[in-house]
C-alpha cells in the first residue's frame, strides 16, 4: 500500500488530503453569493463580493475616524470627539461593519468560524497598510480580551487579525505589554461617564517596561472608540509618543453595535 502513496502526500497532514479530495467532488464556492469560486486561501469570499464590501472612505470624523450619519462632504470633528478627547491621535478603520461582511466578522470571533480569516486579513492589509506604511512604529497592541472570555472563545480576535498586520509592516505585535482586569460591571444601566470610568479601569500595565516611539492599538471593530482609547491610554503612561488606533471595521451611528461601548 506505502508504494502507490507519493512522498508529497506522506508528508502532507491527513486533514489537508481530505480537503484537496473533497474540493474535486465539491469545490468551493462563495460563502457569501454561493456563485464564484473560492477557496481557502480567498478565506472563501470571491473576488466579486470582497469588491463590494464598503471600504471606509472620506469624509470622516478627523479624530475617530467616524462616517457621517448624514450628508457631510467637509472634514468634520465628531459630537463624540467634541465632548472628550479620546486619548489617541487618530482612529481608523478598513471597511464599515455592516450587511454580510459584519455577519462574517461575527461568525469568525463568536462562532470561531476562522476559515474567513484570509478574507478579513485582505480587506484590513489592502487598507491600513498603505496609510501605515508612511510612518515608523515601535509595536502593534492588540485589545486584549479578558483572559475568562479568551479561554471560552479560544483566541482573541484582535491578536489573530493583527498579527498578520503587524507582519505586514515589520514590527513586533505586543501582547504583554497591557492586561485587560476583571470583568467590568453591566454597562447598559450606566451613566455616560460611569460607562467612561469602567472602560477606563478594564485595563492596566502588564508590565514594568518603558516604551517609546509610536504604537498602534489594534481592535477587530471599532464602536466608540473608548475601549481602544483606554489601550492607548495604558501605553502613553508607559512612554509611548504617538499612540494611533486601527481596527478592522468600524461601526457607524445607524449601526446597531454602538451601545455595547466595544
Ligand atoms: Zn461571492
Ligand atoms: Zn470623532
Redesign the pocket.
Known amino acids: 500500500m506505502s508504494d502507490k502513496i507519493g512522498p508529497n502526500s506522506v508528508s502532507k497532514p491527513l486533514s489537508e488530503v481530505v480537503e484537496s479530495l473533497l474540493s474535486l467532488v465539491f469545490p468551493a464556492?462563495?460563502?457569501?453569493?454561493?456563485?464564484?469560486v473560492?477557496g481557502k486561501s480567498e478565506g472563501y469570499?470571491?473576488?466579486?463580493?470582497?469588491r463590494?464590501v464598503r471600504r471606509v472612505r472620506p469624509p470622516f470624523c478627523g479624530r475617530c475616524g467616524l462616517p457621517p450619519s448624514g450628508e457631510v462632504t467637509t472634514s468634520f470633528t465628531c459630537a463624540n470627539c467634541r465632548e472628550s478627547e479620546p486619548c489617541f491621535e487618530s482612529a481608523r478603520a478598513a471597511v464599515i461593519a455592516e450587511g454580510r461582511v459584519l455577519e462574517v466578522i461575527h461568525r469568525f470571533k463568536y462562532r470561531g468560524e476562522v476559515w474567513f480569516e484570509p478574507f478579513l486579513v485582505q480587506l484590513l492589509l489592502e487598507e491600513a497598510c498603505p496609510v501605515l506604511q508612511g510612518s515608523s512604529w515601535s509595536g502593534l497592541v492588540p485589545v486584549p480580551l479578558h483572559p475568562v472570555r479568551e479561554r471560552e472563545r479560544e483566541f482573541n480576535q484582535a491578536t489573530r487579525l493583527g498579527t498578520p498586520l503587524a507582519r505586514a509592516l515589520g514590527i513586533s505585535i505586543r501582547t504583554d505589554l497591557v492586561r485587560r482586569n476583571e470583568m467590568a460591571h453591566v454597562q447598559a444601566h450606566l451613566s455616560r461617564e460611569a460607562r467612561a470610568d469602567n472602560v477606563r479601569q478594564a485595563f492596566s500595565t502588564a508590565s514594568q517596561e518603558r516604551i517609546q516611539g509610536n504604537w498602534i492599538v489594534f481592535d477587530d471593530v471599532l464602536t466608540t472608540g473608548a475601549t481602544a482609547g483606554a489601550v492607548a491610554a495604558v501605553l502613553q503612561r508607559m512612554g509611548a509618543e504617538r499612540v494611533v488606533v486601527w481596527s478592522l471595521a468600524r461601526a457607524t451611528m445607524a449601526g446597531s453595535s454602538l451601545g455595547s461601548m466595544t
Open positions: 464556492v462563495c460563502v457569501l453569493c454561493s456563485l464564484e473560492a469570499v470571491c473576488q466579486r463580493c470582497s463590494d
